[in-house]
């Protein structure tokens, strides 16, 4: 059986380790975006608009991923502070 050991040092660990991916992610995202706008404008036409049509449903998926896990961090970090008030009132530092 396996053991994990995680304290809110190593939770926030995560959680600014995650952060930065997702800043990354959002960059990029951007990036393809001013892409995409620069190919459309290139060529005219139903092939076009279907092919914006489809970048712009993936771009909404994308969207629907950093909410997803924006709302993930922040409850990363609301478990590592109410790790920490539970460490301080266990210790009796905290009444």
């Known amino acids: 059986m396996s053991f994990y050991q995680v304290d809110s040092v190593r939770l926030r660990g995560k959680k600014d380790e995650l952060t930065a991916l997702l800043?990354?992610?959002?960059?990029?995202?951007?990036?393809?975006?001013?892409?995409e706008l620069s190919l459309r404008s290139m060529w005219e036409g139903a092939a076009n608009d279907s092919f914006h049509e489809q970048f712009m449903r993936n771009a909404g998926q994308m969207d629907s991923f950093?909410?997803?896990?924006?709302?993930?961090?922040?409850?990363?970090?609301?478990?590592?502070?109410?790790?920490?008030?539970?460490?301080?009132?266990?210790?009796?530092?905290?009444?």
């Open 23 to 35: 800043q990354k992610f959002r960059q990029e995202k951007d990036i393809l975006c001013s892409k």
């Open 66 to 95: 950093i909410e997803v896990i924006s709302r993930y961090l922040e409850v990363i970090g609301y478990i590592a502070d109410r790790y920490d008030m539970a460490e301080r009132r266990n210790t009796g530092r905290v009444m």
